[in-house]
C-alpha cells in the first residue's frame, strides 16, 4: 500500500485509499475541472471536501500542499518515476492528468499547443473576468453604489463571450471535433455566468447561439454531470 504520510495534509483528510489519486476540491468552476478531467478518464480517485466558507485552504495542512491557499490540490500516488507527487492549480492538474493518460490532450504538437492556449484563455481572461463579475453583481460587491467596477467586469465578460462565440460558430468543440481540456477548463465557468452568478443580463447572454448549445452538450455527457457535484458540499 503506498504510504501518503510524507504528505501533511493526509493528517487532516486522511486517505481511506492512499493507492488512489487523492483530490481535495469544492465543486466551484475551478474545482469542477479537475473532478471533470478524473471522471472523464476513468482514473481512480478519492475525493476530500475542503470547505472554503470555513477557510479549510488556510489551514497548515491544507498549505503544505498549496501554498496558494485555493482548490483544487492532488496527490498522485503514481507519479513521476512511480512516486507520490502532488499538485495544485487546475491548469496544471488538467495537463498533468491528459499526459498522464493520454486522453484529451491532441499529441500533434500543433493542435497540442492549439488546446493549450484556450486553456491558458480560461486561465488568465474567463476565471479571473467572471470570478469578479460574480463578486460585484451577487456577492458583496453588489452593495458597493458606484457601479463602474461591475460594469467593467461585465463588458469585459461580454467581450470574451463573444470570442468564444466566434470560436464556436463551425465547431462542436473548442477544438472541433474533440472534447478536450480546453473544453472542461471553460464549461464550469460559462455555466456560472448565466446560472450562480445570474449575471446573464448583463453580458447579454440571451443573444448567444453557439456558447449555449456547446454548453448544453458538454453538461449533458455523463461524466461531466457527475463531476459537477464531486467533492460533495459541505
Known sequence: MTDLSAFAITKRWPAKHPDRIQLYSLP????VKVSMMLEET?????PHTINIGANETWTPEFLSLNPNGKIPAIID???????????FESGAILVYLAEKTGKFLPTDPALKYETLQWVFFQMAAVGPMFGQLGFFHKFAGREYEDKRPRDR?????KRLLGVLEDRLATRQWIMGDAFTIADMALLGWVRN??????????VDYASLKHV?????RGLARPAIERALNIPARP
Open 193 to 202: 455566468i448565466n446560472g450562480f452568478y445570474e449575471a446573464g443580463e448583463l
Open 77 to 87: 500516488p503514481d507519479g513521476p518515476d512511480g512516486k507520490p507527487f502532488g499538485l
Open 153 to 157: 467586469y461585465a463588458a469585459e465578460s
Open 28 to 31: 466551484t468552476p475551478n474545482g
Open 42 to 46: 476513468g482514473l481512480a480517485y478519492e
Open 212 to 216: 449555449p448549445a456547446w454548453l448544453a
